[in-house]
């Protein structure tokens, strides 16, 4: 069965290069290994898809473990705002977006209004799309000095592309879809990869005494992170919520690529007065240390510190001298986790690493080493901090791919 494009993987990228490619004129095969197309993107932003940000640009807050993406991204995103991209291609599938402090969201808030569009988009121009259909392997076998790339799936079919385009995305959350298939396919057609890892997820924390009092636990601070040399590595204010093993939350998925070696975390960084000690201690003689913290911060932290400082549940205000006192608020001021390592692919929302960035033209996202292949979205070496980055990435590259793709027919 042979087609102008075949895209491998209905996801964000695999879409917007779809519909993009076939409103070139195309004839597109779309290829996606779960049974229903765009199962990821239903899950995003909580079921409200963020799909965009107009704080981003080429220079912030994207990772990349060969070398700095903000050229790449530049080159990518061209003279227009990213944001302002996104939000074009989405009017024309009919989704208005709305803008809540940067962060754009479809007006309905709900990730499947950006799916059913993109689907009824792809069935208007008459893109076929294949669901439970995995891709296995891919080859390419040039017919004089055009390329033709053979697809075959899971079930044996193989189908022939003058154009291949792999949007398969990275590793994260599995049971979205996430999977190394994309790494091998790009290894298989002559792509390096850098190693993928798990990235905007969860960090695990060393052994420390009495963590599992904090499971559950939701609570307001200033985190900083710090590498193994005590150098500062990122530094942002919102919630942190406490796991059975670590840290999680936004403000921690933020600083979880590259994993740093340590977090600090000021519970008392919302409060404007702080307290004299000397009156504390005249005032509340009669409480328990954990009942006076509590006073600052939630009840589980309070229990924490002072159990980790070394005192019992019960010790006494009364009991202990001024600076004891003082010392308690500065462990809170400064509430430090030594850290061992992400947690897994399973609770990633990203993957870091995947396809060089060198190896890909930014403008096109065409292979340097195939010419007519192209890779797009999350399979690609680079990922951004929460807030919409990724979509971003990934509609933009697709859009990128299908048009330069499309274009070429
Ligand atoms: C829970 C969650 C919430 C998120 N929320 C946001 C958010 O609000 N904003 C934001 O910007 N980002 C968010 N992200 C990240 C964002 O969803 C991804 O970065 C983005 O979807 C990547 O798009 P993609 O097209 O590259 O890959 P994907 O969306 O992962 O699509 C790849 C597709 O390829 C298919 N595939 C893989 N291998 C094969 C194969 N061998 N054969 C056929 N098909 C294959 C997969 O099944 C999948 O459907 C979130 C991620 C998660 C997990």
């Known amino acids: 069965m042979n087609y102008d494009i075949i895209v491998v993987g209905a996801g964000a990228s695999g879409f917007s290069a779809a519909i993009s490619a076939a409103r070139c004129g195309a004839r597109v095969l779309v290829l996606e290994k779960l049974k229903k197309a765009g199962t990821k993107l239903y899950a995003t932003g909580n079921g409200n898809a963020n799909v965009s940000n107009t704080h981003m640009d080429a220079a912030s807050c994207f990772d990349s473990c060969e070398k700095d ?6 080159e990518l995103f061209g003279s227009k705002r990213a944001d302002e991209q996104v939000r074009a291609f989405l009017a024309t599938l009919g989704v208005s977006l709305v803008d809540r402090n940067g962060y754009l969201y479809p007006a309905s808030r709900q990730a499947s209004t950006v799916v059913w569009s993109l689907l009824d988009e792809a069935r208007r121009l008459s893109v076929e799309i294949k669901t439970g259909c995995s891709v296995t392997s891919v080859r390419r076998e040039d017919e004089g000095d055009r390329p033709i790339y053979k697809v075959e799936t899971e079930a044996g079919d193989i189908y ?3 154009h291949l385009i792999l949007a398969c995305g990275g590793a994260a959350t599995p049971k979205l879809g996430g999977s190394k298939d994309g790494y091998l396919l790009a290894r298989a057609l002559g792509h390096s990869i850098c190693e993928p890892s798990p990235a905007l997820c969860p960090l695990i924390v060393k052994d420390k005494e009495y963590f599992s009092l904090l499971k559950g636990v939701r609570a307001r601070a200033k985190a900083t992170a710090y590498d193994r040399d005590g150098n500062l590595l990122r530094c942002e204010e919102g ?3 406490f796991t059975d093993s670590g840290l999680s939350g936004i403000v921690i ?6 994993v740093p070696n340590r977090i600090s975390l000021d519970l008392l960084h919302g409060i404007s007065v702080m307290p004299d000690m000397v009156s504390l201690r005249e005032q509340f003689s009669g409480r328990t240390l954990i009942a006076l913290l509590n006073g600052y911060m939630n009840d589980k932290l309070s229990e924490f510190i002072v159990r980790n ?4 549940r019960s010790t006494g205000v009364s009991e202990v001298e001024d600076s004891e006192l003082a010392g308690l608020f500065e462990t809170a001021r400064h509430l430090t986790f030594d850290l061992s390592k992400a947690d897994s692919f399973d609770h990633a929302q990203v993957t870091a690493g995947g396809v060089l960035l060198s190896e890909v033209d930014a403008s096109t996202m065409e292979s340097r080493i195939n010419p007519g292949l192209y890779i797009t979205g999350e399979l690609l070496d680079v990922h951004g901090i929460c807030g919409g980055y990724n979509l971003t990435l990934a509609f933009l590259s697709g859009i990128a791919a299908g048009c330069a793709a499309g274009g070429g027919i």
């Not at 993406?69 to 530049?74: C, E, P, V």
């Not at 998925?253 to 590259?258: A, D, G, T």
């Open 309 to 312: 400082s070394g005192y019992e």
């Open 160 to 162: 022939c592309g003058t």
């Open 253 to 258: 998925f933020n600083m979880s690529y590259p």
């Open 239 to 241: 919630e942190v919520q």
């Open 69 to 74: 993406a903000s050229d790449f991204l530049g």
